[in-house]
């Protein structure tokens, strides 16, 4: 397939953060081949190009990566939302989610797929409960993922029941084990598009000894690690308690850490974790649409005044990147009580090029750019909401005015996936209609309890 975008203003984020007007872009098969004039490039691909695409009205961007999620939790969607983040990881949302055949997890993660590639998200890392269902949801849709499963030594009856940590190496190998099956079985799938990460679950869970041998297996595979960090204040304190050390520390001492680590959430950070995170080239996956709505929100500027490389994720029930991107603006705000900064520019930048960095893909996609992977977004910019439309306002409107309706184009990898608002790589209609019985039944065998809505948070 070949495509020819022309008169369109395109988001490049390159190094120099060009925006151009009136300009074309060139895409055969996978690649980005040539950016320029509009005239230069009609004269020479015009009559070769499959496709013309007129983007008068258009904003090209690259597509958004989404650093931290779990799509199969959009079978637990309007149950978490209203709970403390220990209710929600160890209580309300267990129920549904052990209530989940492997049908049930291939379905809600190809409609949490189709939503994300909607919101022009095109690469996902994704971890949850039927990994290898969920790849096959990814392989269908077309979107570009990261697949892990979860493993930790902490046993979490325990701690569900009784609030506990009891740990135990042998079900930490164990669920590396099994981890690691995931990686043998579906790293490299697709071409490429389907590339795994080794995920301990949360840092309060492991041990040291758990992260040393995470770390040996990923450095065997060739592929990164992530774990959900300090995302209550009850996980720091566990780690002190246990081992004697913070978050940070204990995983540098373990070896954890590296360029190719993405810590989740990474909100109860002291300097210590903040300085390990930094000095070991690290990334974190910032969560702000799900932490704000359980009244958290992550020291972003620390982090990046550190050095640390901060990506944008959706995490549970939220997989709309325009959502997340005005969420991450408005928190950032509150958080340091300037509405000055950040500059739309930066959110746009951890949208796109520090996702694609926290993966280590930064060399392949995350930008537009000649050579790069063709991971492309448009969005229709003739819209109220946009209105007035001037070439200066272009990155402002996104950041505070996007929505995921205005995406008129997803491209992943050269492939068109949502084409004129609607998604075009699959049924759309039985996708969400699956979904919605899946649900129900799911809902049914749960037996949920609502009186556990009330409960109150503990850590
Ligand atoms: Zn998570």
Same mark, same amino acid.
Not at 82 to 97: H, K, L, Q, T, Y
Not at 216 to 243: F, K, M, Y
Not at 373 to 396: G, I, K, Q
């Given at each position: ?16 953060? =060009? ?20 005239? &230069? ?55 549904? !989610? ?13 409609? $949490? ?24 949801? $990814? ?13 930790? =030594?902490?046993? $979490?009856?325990?701690? &569900?029941?009784?609030? !506990? ?71 720091? &304190? ?26 989740? %959430? ?29 009244? %958290? ?123 004129? %608002? ?14 919605? &019985? ?22």
């Amino acid at each position: 397939m070949s495509v020819l975008f022309e008169n369109a203003t395109i988001v490049t984020v390159n190094s120099g953060g =060009d925006i151009l007007h009136d300009s074309a872009m060139y895409v055969k098969e996978d690649r980005i081949v040539e950016i320029g004039d509009t005239a &230069r490039l009609k004269a020479k691909y015009g009559d070769t190009a499959e496709r013309v695409i007129d983007a008068k009205d258009g904003v090209l961007f690259p597509g958004f990566v989404n650093t931290h999620s779990h799509s199969v939790a959009l079978a637990c969607r309007g149950r978490a939302e209203d709970v403390s983040n220990w209710d929600a990881i160890w209580g309300v949302m267990g129920s549904i !989610r052990d209530s989940m055949t492997g049908d049930d997890c291939y379905v809600a993660s190809r409609l $949490a797929y189709v939503e994300m590639l909607r919101s022009g998200i095109t690469t996902v890392a994704d971890s949850g409960a039927h990994m290898l269902r969920v790849g096959e949801a $990814a392989i269908e849709t077309g979107i570009r993922a990261y697949l892990h499963q979860n493993f930790r =030594d902490a046993d $979490a009856t325990l701690l &569900r029941d009784e609030g !506990r940590y009891e740990y135990s190496m042998e079900r930490g190998m164990k669920g590396l084990g099994d981890a690691v099956d995931l990686v043998e079985t579906m790293h490299g799938k697709e071409g490429g598009r389907i590339r795994c990460l080794l995920g301990p679950q949360t840092i309060d869970t492991v041990s040291p000894k758990l992260l040393a041998a995470t770390r040996g297996e990923a450095d065997r595979l060739g592929v990164g690690v992530t774990i959900h960090l300090s995302q209550n204040e009850r996980e720091p &304190r566990q780690c002190l308690e246990a081992w004697g050390d913070l978050p940070g520390p204990m995983m540098e001492k373990a070896g954890f850490l590296g360029p190719d680590f993405t810590g989740a %959430h990474a909100i109860f950070l002291h300097d210590e974790d903040i300085q390990a995170l930094a000095r070991n080239d690290c990334s974190v996956s910032h969560n702000p649409q799900i932490n704000a709505k359980r009244a %958290h929100i992550a020291p972003v500027s620390d982090m990046i005044e550190a050095g640390i490389n901060v990506g944008l994720g959706s995490d549970n029930m939220f997989y709309d990147m325009l959502e997340v991107i005005k969420t991450a603006g408005i928190v950032w705000r509150l958080r340091v009580k300037d509405p000055t900064v950040p500059h739309p520019s930066t959110i746009v930048q951890m949208a796109t090029m520090n996702g694609a960095r926290a993966l280590g893909i930064d060399d392949a996609v995350g930008s537009l750019e000649e050579g790069k992977v063709a991971d492309v977004v448009m969005m229709d910019y003739a819209r109220a909401r946009y209105t007035p439309r001037v070439r200066e306002n272009v990155l402002s409107n996104l950041v505070h005015f996007g929505a995921a309706d205005d995406v008129a184009l997803t491209m992943v990898g050269g492939r068109i996936l949502v084409d004129d %608002h609607r998604y075009v790589g699959g049924n759309e209609e039985a996708i969400l209609e699956e979904a919605q &019985r899946s649900g129900e039944e799911v809902w049914e065998r749960a037996k949920v309890d609502w009186e556990l809505r009330t409960s109150g948070g503990k850590g």
